[in-house]
């Protein structure tokens, strides 16, 4: 935990999210730096660029530390002292942080020693329930519970697809405590920033999902304490790293267990889904298109394929129950096996957790 997030936004909309008052008082949109490097996604792996908050003081020389600028950063925080110039010879899982350990490992304590604090912006994030007795994984979209808007309705009276649509209007991004370091390549070129995501304990009510959660900061205080290095110690900001029951979450497609997914669907509620014929991936229908005309062909079964069970609906009290794991021993399986996106673990969490 944290593996895979959402953060489909628009530059424009996830700045109006983000508004705050500086130390004046002021009411102030933060400033975006390189917003060509964001590329909006419904399903952000490690490695990618995810916008995050920091502190103006970090990129300008003797400016005010409460204002704010937005930025990409590279998700999994590459160490200063990392000397090779292949990121991809780096050993280390340094996508998470745990925050228990972050003052013993170098990688991370020097970071925030000096400061180097930021928050990280998504919709929301997910996370894979093991459903017990068997290899299934359940997806869950975990994000802060929303306000009720005349545009947005209820949240949880969503009843379909374009009522979803509505509710980006007025969404409120989730705000994950992390720290960040400043790479230079050592063939010279520009400075890479990376972050890692905080994480620490889950709250009494992800505990059966996951054992880890990101340390959320709930609130503008929050935020703002986490940030403004230049007026808050690393041992006080640290105070604010705990788990938070202020959380929402519903079932979701396994198609969101791919990284290169990338649609509304992969965070839809999944009930909302039901009946509804998910797009196979390219891979899938290369796989399809092979299964017919090279696989010996089988007589399709005389009973008709059961639809999925029913989910819960939006209730963070509710998770599902486990359901027999199908068998894919013919063709036709296989085939309704691949058009439904069958769950893999996504390769984001076959690390150790952190």
């Not at 994030?125 to 947005?152: D, L, V």
Request: hydrophobic share 30%; net charge positive; proline share 8%.
């Amino acid at each position: 935990m944290c593996g895979r997030t959402s953060c489909h936004l628009p530059t424009e909309v996830l700045a109006r999210a983000c508004a705050y008052r500086d130390r004046q008082g002021r009411q102030r949109l933060p400033e975006w730096r390189d917003p060509d490097r964001y590329c909006p996604s419904y399903n952000k792996s490690p490695r990618s660029n995810s916008p995050v908050l920091l502190s103006r003081l970090h990129l300008e020389k003797d400016a005010d530390s409460s204002e704010r600028i937005i930025a990409p950063m590279r998700w999994g925080l590459v160490p200063y002292w990392f000397k090779e110039a292949d990121l991809s010879k780096l050993q280390i899982n340094t996508s998470n942080c745990r925050s228990d350990t972050i003052m013993e490992k170098r990688s991370f304590k020097v970071p925030l020693v000096k400061g180097r604090r930021c928050v990280v912006l998504a919709d929301g994030f997910y996370e894979w329930q093991r459903r017990q007795a068997t290899n299934h994984r359940q997806p869950y979209f975990i994000y802060f519970p929303q306000i009720k808007t005349e545009k947005s309705e209820q949240v949880g009276a969503v009843a379909s697809p374009e009522d979803w649509e509505k509710v980006w209007a007025n969404w409120r991004p989730l705000t994950m405590a992390g720290i960040f370091d400043c790479w230079e390549p050592p063939e010279g070129g520009d400075c890479l920033y990376s972050y890692s995501i905080i994480t620490v304990d889950s709250c009494k009510v992800m505990t059966d999902i996951h054992n880890r959660m990101p340390a959320i900061l709930d609130g503008e205080e929050a935020v703002s304490k986490w940030l403004d290095f230049g007026e808050v110690s690393a041992q006080e900001a640290l105070k604010l790293i705990h788990p938070t029951e202020n959380i929402a979450f519903h079932p979701v497609s396994s198609m969101v267990n791919r990284s290169w997914n990338n649609a509304p669907e992969c965070l839809l509620p999944l009930h909302l889904l039901t009946g509804k014929e998910l797009k196979a991936s390219a891979s899938s229908q290369k796989m399809l298109q092979w299964l017919a005309t090279k696989s010996p062909k089988k007589e399709e079964p005389k009973t008709p394929q059961k639809a999925e069970p029913d989910a819960p609906q939006w209730s963070s009290q509710f998770l599902q129950k486990s359901p027999q794991t199908p068998k894919r021993g013919s063709a036709s399986l296989l085939e309704r096996w691949l058009k439904r996106g069958q769950e893999e673990e996504p390769a984001a969490k076959r690390p150790h957790t952190q």
